[in-house]
């Protein structure tokens, strides 16, 4: 079946351009996640939500970084002024809730991620 | 401090070797533990959870021990397509649902 999409898969912005990228969790999935990776890093925790509640945002490094997902399904992430330091792979992942479905309870099924450069 | 700690690499060993990643915890809550493997400028995929008595899949086994805080994956007769990024990943129930929190990855090169 269609997994977790991204659009746009690469995205170049000037610095301080406003960008906005696009996560199709696979239906049926409460819970969606956002990553942020760096290059020669591990993926971060940006934002959670649990259907279209945001239920942790602790991860989004600034106020220019905003999240949503009005109707329970698409998500998008909104970056702001965009700086040269916000150049990451930002994955979204999507997940069955906790204890149904799935191989593993908490296994995150990865979108391919968008490739973001600010120049 | 990193949460989640391993040896970034590369390992660099012959097909046919066997090669062990180690990665270490802080956060004690932690509650279930993965392998992911990431391939280069793709996604990362769930590759084995991990279990204090110890799991097999294949010619790979994984280990926790709890009390040092500290996960191990073990690859039997590397083959070339084992050539990866392995992330070890922990993850503690809280407000965020299921969050991974990622260690910086071992990257591995199985050379003929």
């Known amino acids: 079946g269609a997994g977790v999409s991204q659009s746009p898969r690469y995205k170049v912005a000037k610095r301080g351009q406003d960008v906005a990228l696009r996560c199709d969790p696979i239906?049926?999935?409460?819970?969606l996640f956002w990553y942020q990776q760096a290059l020669g890093q591990g993926p971060e925790f940006l934002t959670y939500?649990?259907?279209?509640?945001?239920?942790?945002k602790s991860g989004l490094p600034s106020d220019r970084f905003f999240a949503e997902r009005p109707e329970g399904s698409v998500s998008t992430l909104k970056i702001q002024r965009t700086q040269q330091e916000d150049s990451a792979v930002y994955l979204c992942?999507?997940?069955?809730?906790?204890?149904?479905?799935?191989?593993?309870?908490?296994?995150?099924?990865f979108g391919p991620g968008t490739r973001l450069t600010v120049t | 401090r990193k949460e989640v700690e391993q040896d970034p690499g590369p390992f660099n060993v012959p097909e046919g070797a066997t090669v062990a990643f180690n990665c270490t915890y802080s956060?004690?809550?932690?509650?279930?533990f993965f392998w992911y493997r990431q391939d280069c400028r793709k996604e990362p995929k769930l590759l084995m959870s991990?279990?204090?008595s110890g799991n097999e899949d294949g010619r790979f086994t994984a280990q926790l021990n709890r009390a040092s805080q500290y996960i191990s994956l073990l690859i039997r007769d590397s083959k070339l397509s084992d050539s990866a990024t392995y992330l070890c990943?922990?993850?503690?129930?809280?407000?965020?649902?299921?969050?991974?929190?990622f260690g910086g990855g071992t990257r591995l090169m199985v050379k003929p």
């Open positions: 956060n004690s809550a932690s509650q279930s």
């Open positions: 991990v279990y204090s």
């Open positions: 239906s049926g999935h409460v819970s």
């Open positions: 990943v922990v993850t503690a129930y809280n407000n965020a649902g299921n969050m991974l929190t």
């Open positions: 992942a999507s997940s069955y809730p906790s204890g149904t479905g799935g191989i593993s309870p908490y296994e995150q099924y």
């Open positions: 939500f649990q259907n279209e509640a945001q239920l942790d």
